[in-house]
């Protein structure tokens, strides 16, 4: 068990809402996965892991959170020419419904 031997960059979005979008910026083509804490440390050491995203050629790229989690974002170059300058934002975060009385 290896970690990976590509360069990534990795942001910790704690405890997040199912659909909850995300907005990457990137300055490069790059690869763009988000993982759950378990499928991250899978991804650190070098374990098949399962993640949402794939290959971003064009920015931003927006990413719906799939179910409530802790979740991991990972910017990384694996089979790209180099670390792409990457930022994460939230854009709409799900408004909590009141229930009618």
Do not use: C
């Given at each position: 068990?290896?970690?990976?031997?590509?360069?990534?960059?990795?942001?910790?979005?704690?405890?997040?809402?199912?659909?909850?979008?995300?907005?990457?910026?990137?300055?490069?083509?790059?690869?763009?996965?988000l993982m759950t804490a378990?499928?991250?440390?899978?991804?650190?050491?070098?374990?098949?892991?399962?993640?949402?995203?794939?290959?971003?050629?064009?920015?931003?790229?927006?990413?719906?959170?799939?179910?409530?989690?802790?979740?991991?974002?990972?910017?990384?170059?694996?089979?790209?020419?180099?670390?792409?300058?990457?930022?994460?934002?939230?854009?709409?975060?799900?408004?909590?419904?009141?229930?009618?009385?």
């Amino acid at each position: 068990m290896t970690k990976p031997s590509f360069r990534f960059t990795h942001y910790d979005l704690k405890e997040l809402r199912a659909g909850t979008i995300l907005e990457v910026q990137l300055n490069a083509i790059n690869n763009v996965r988000l993982m759950t804490a378990s499928n991250f440390q899978r991804f650190k050491e070098g374990l098949d892991y399962k993640f949402a995203g794939g290959v971003a050629k064009k920015a931003p790229v927006k990413i719906v959170v799939p179910e409530q989690a802790h979740w991991h974002l990972i910017v990384d170059m694996e089979g790209h020419h180099g670390l792409a300058e990457s930022s994460v934002k939230m854009v709409a975060p799900p408004v909590k419904s009141k229930k009618a009385s």
